[in-house]
C-alpha cells in the first residue's frame, strides 16, 4: 500500500517507536513539517560549532566563536528553516541571544583546543541485510589512547535518569556504523547538553551494538508491515502537543487521507512574505 523505506536513521526509528501515524506523515508521505524554533536553534549552534572546529585546535577561542556565530546567523537569516519560524524582532533578537548562550555554554564544558577530532558532521552508513543504516555523527575524535570517540551536541535539556537509557539506545547507533564503517569500535559516546551544561557518557559494548541491528531490524519490520497493511497506528502521549500533524491525526478526530494536501497549504502561511 505505501512504498516500504530502504534507509533508517537513528531518528527515524525513534519516530516510528514515538508514534507510527506521525511516522507516516512525515517519512512516508514525506510531508514537511514547518520548523520549530527548538530545532532551528539546534542546527544553527551545531553549525556554529562546526565552524569552530574548522579553525586549528589553538584559534578556538571564544572570540573565533564569536566570528563563527556571525557567519552562522548571516546564513541562516536567508535560511527557510529560520525564515519561515517568522519571528518578530523582539523574538528574534531572544532567538539569537538564546543561540550565543548555547554557544559561550560549551566553553564551560570543555576546551575546544584540545580536542584532537578527526571529523565534523559525518555522514555515515551501512548495510544490515537490505536496510541501510544511516546516521550523521557531530565530532568523532580520538581519546588521550588514540581510540575513537563520538560526541554528539545536544540543544535541549539532558533526559531524566527515566529516559536516560532510550536516548543512549539512540547513540549506540553511532558505536555500530563507526565499527561498520571504520572497523573500530568507539572506545566512549558523549551526549553533551549544553543547555544544562551536563554530559552523559557511554561505553559501547558488543552487546550494545548488537543490540542496535537486532532492534532496528525488528522497527524496520513493523515498518515494512505497516506500509502492506497500511495501518499506522497513532500513538497519543507527550509529542501530541507539538505534532504539526494533529489536525488529520485520527485519535484527534481528523482525516489523515487529507494531510498531504492541506497540510502544506496549512504550514504555507507560516512563510514570510
Ligand atoms: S497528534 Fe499525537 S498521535 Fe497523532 S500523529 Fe501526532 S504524535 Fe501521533
Given at each position: 500500500m505505501y512504498p516500504v523505506p530502504t534507509s533508517m536513521s537513528p531518528s527515524r526509528v525513534e519516530a516510528f517507536t514515538a508514534c507510527p501515524m506521525a511516522f507516516r506523515f512525515?517519512?512516508?508521505?514525506?510531508i514537511p513539517e514547518p520548523p520549530s524554533a527548538h530545532m532551528t536553534k539546534g542546527s544553527l549552534v551545531h553549525r556554529v560549532l562546526e565552524l569552530l572546529y574548522m579553525q586549528p585546535a589553538t584559534a578556538r577561542t571564544i572570540q573565533s566563536a564569536a566570528q563563527a556565530f556571525e557567519q552562522a546567523v548571516s546564513e541562516y537569516q536567508l535560511d527557510p528553516e529560520f525564515t519561515?519560524?517568522?519571528?518578530?524582532p523582539a523574538q528574534e533578537q531572544a532567538f539569537f541571544d538564546d543561540c550565543w548562550s548555547l554557544t559561550q555554554a560549551y566553553f564551560a564544558m570543555e576546551d575546544p583546543a584540545l580536542v584532537r577530532e578527526i571529523g565534523l558532521e559525518l555522514r555515515l552508513e551501512a548495510q544490515v541485510g537490505d536496510l541501510t543504516l544511516r546516521g550523521i555523527i557531530d565530532r568523532l575524535e580520538l581519546d588521550a589512547d588514540g581510540k575513537l570517540v563520538v560526541t554528539d551536541y545536544k540543544t535541549g535539556r539532558a533526559p531524566g535518569l527515566k529516559y536516560e537509557q532510550s536516548r543512549l539506545a539512540g547513540v549506540h547507533f553511532y558505536s555500530f556504523l563507526c565499527e561498520a564503517v571504520f572497523g573500530q569500535r568507539p572506545a566512549a559516546i558523549r551526549l553533551m547538553y549544553l543547555r544544562t551544561g551536563e554530559t552523559i557518557t557511554a561505553t559501547p559494548s558488543a552487546q550494545s551494538v548488537k543490540f542496535i541491528t537486532t532492534r532496528t531490524t525488528a522497527v524496520w519490520k513493523a515498518v515494512e508491515k505497516a506500509c502492506q497493511t497500511g495501518n499506522f497506528r497513532p500513538r497519543e502521549g507527550a509529542l501530541c502537543g507539538s505534532c504539526a500533524f494533529q489536525p488529520w491525526c485520527p485519535a484527534f478526530?481528523?482525516?489523515?487521507?487529507?494531510a498531504a494536501v492541506e497540510a502544506p497549504l496549512r504550514f504555507r502561511p507560516m512563510a514570510p512574505a
Amino acid at each position: 500500500m505505501y512504498p516500504v523505506p530502504t534507509s533508517m536513521s537513528p531518528s527515524r526509528v525513534e519516530a516510528f517507536t514515538a508514534c507510527p501515524m506521525a511516522f507516516r506523515f512525515a517519512s512516508i508521505e514525506k510531508i514537511p513539517e514547518p520548523p520549530s524554533a527548538h530545532m532551528t536553534k539546534g542546527s544553527l549552534v551545531h553549525r556554529v560549532l562546526e565552524l569552530l572546529y574548522m579553525q586549528p585546535a589553538t584559534a578556538r577561542t571564544i572570540q573565533s566563536a564569536a566570528q563563527a556565530f556571525e557567519q552562522a546567523v548571516s546564513e541562516y537569516q536567508l535560511d527557510p528553516e529560520f525564515t519561515m519560524l517568522a519571528l518578530d524582532p523582539a523574538q528574534e533578537q531572544a532567538f539569537f541571544d538564546d543561540c550565543w548562550s548555547l554557544t559561550q555554554a560549551y566553553f564551560a564544558m570543555e576546551d575546544p583546543a584540545l580536542v584532537r577530532e578527526i571529523g565534523l558532521e559525518l555522514r555515515l552508513e551501512a548495510q544490515v541485510g537490505d536496510l541501510t543504516l544511516r546516521g550523521i555523527i557531530d565530532r568523532l575524535e580520538l581519546d588521550a589512547d588514540g581510540k575513537l570517540v563520538v560526541t554528539d551536541y545536544k540543544t535541549g535539556r539532558a533526559p531524566g535518569l527515566k529516559y536516560e537509557q532510550s536516548r543512549l539506545a539512540g547513540v549506540h547507533f553511532y558505536s555500530f556504523l563507526c565499527e561498520a564503517v571504520f572497523g573500530q569500535r568507539p572506545a566512549a559516546i558523549r551526549l553533551m547538553y549544553l543547555r544544562t551544561g551536563e554530559t552523559i557518557t557511554a561505553t559501547p559494548s558488543a552487546q550494545s551494538v548488537k543490540f542496535i541491528t537486532t532492534r532496528t531490524t525488528a522497527v524496520w519490520k513493523a515498518v515494512e508491515k505497516a506500509c502492506q497493511t497500511g495501518n499506522f497506528r497513532p500513538r497519543e502521549g507527550a509529542l501530541c502537543g507539538s505534532c504539526a500533524f494533529q489536525p488529520w491525526c485520527p485519535a484527534f478526530g481528523g482525516d489523515p487521507s487529507l494531510a498531504a494536501v492541506e497540510a502544506p497549504l496549512r504550514f504555507r502561511p507560516m512563510a514570510p512574505a
